[in-house]
């Protein structure tokens, strides 16, 4: 079973600064299947990033998706006040694992 | 507009029953699989299983098989996410969402969460 690590744990930067957060798995992932959420206090989790690379619906082109195997990346390009939030990778494929995440707080 | 409504929050004690749900609306509920996702406290997402409500076709995470039971009715476009005995480790939030499109495909709709609490 692919295991998603996620790293940092916590990312602490300023409105405006660029923000990379990085997802490895355990084994490598067709990047057709790896995507990208944020999470904000009391809601539900939105999806950002789909096929490792590919926006969502209404995404902001401030937030990037890049990688492939077991090496993933998602950039937002300048922070803005609604970007601190928490974030999540997830290999959609067979059993579907969340990686643990990563916050990203206003330093 | 695609909407996924659940119901509302749960108190339970150990060892009782309970059944919560998710209502589809805004797109063909039987064309898209719905899954499950649990978070605990502070913690989080966890992939439990997904449901083809077309079918009923339905997969499970391996590390909930046989804790839980995920159904649906088509007829009423809503899917449930089931216990026989809950445990005080069941306490979590419940999201249900849907997958944008074949069975791989990731999670574009999610609802807005039901929080079950199980204490004695």
């Known amino acids: 079973e692919i295991v998603l690590t996620q790293s940092p744990g916590t990312l602490s930067l300023s409105p405006g600064e660029r923000a990379t957060l990085s997802c490895r798995a355990s084994?490598?992932?067709?990047?057709?299947?790896l995507a990208w959420y944020q999470q904000k206090p009391g809601q539900a989790p939105r999806l950002l990033i789909y096929?490792?690379?590919s926006r969502a619906t209404g995404i902001p082109d401030r937030f990037s998706g890049s990688g492939s195997g077991t090496d993933f990346t998602l950039t937002i390009s300048r922070l803005e006040p609604e970007d601190f939030a928490v974030y999540y990778c997830?290999?959609?494929?067979?059993?579907?694992?969340f990686g643990g995440g990563t916050k990203v707080e206003i330093k | 507009e695609v909407q996924l409504v659940q119901s509302g929050a749960e108190v339970k004690k150990p060892g009782e029953s309970l059944k919560i749900s998710c209502k589809g609306s805004?797109?063909?509920?039987?064309?898209?699989?719905i899954g499950w996702v649990r978070q605990m406290p502070g913690k989080g997402l966890e992939w439990m299983g997904i449901?083809?409500?077309?079918?009923?076709?339905?997969r499970y995470s391996p590390s909930f098989q046989g804790q839980v039971t995920i159904s649906a009715d088509k007829s009423i476009s809503t899917a449930y996410l089931q216990w026989s005995s809950l445990k005080a480790s069941d306490t979590a939030m419940y999201y249900c969402?849907?997958?944008?499109?074949?069975?791989?495909?990731?999670?574009?709709?999610w609802g807005q969460g039901t929080l079950v609490t199980v204490s004695s």
């Open positions: 969402a849907r997958r944008s499109g074949q069975l791989w495909s990731p999670f574009d709709y």
């Open positions: 084994q490598s992932v067709s990047s057709s299947y």
């Open positions: 096929g490792a690379s």
């Open positions: 449901i083809y409500p077309g079918d009923s076709d339905t």
């Open positions: 997830q290999q959609y494929g067979s059993s579907s694992p």
């Open positions: 805004g797109y063909s509920f039987t064309s898209y699989w």
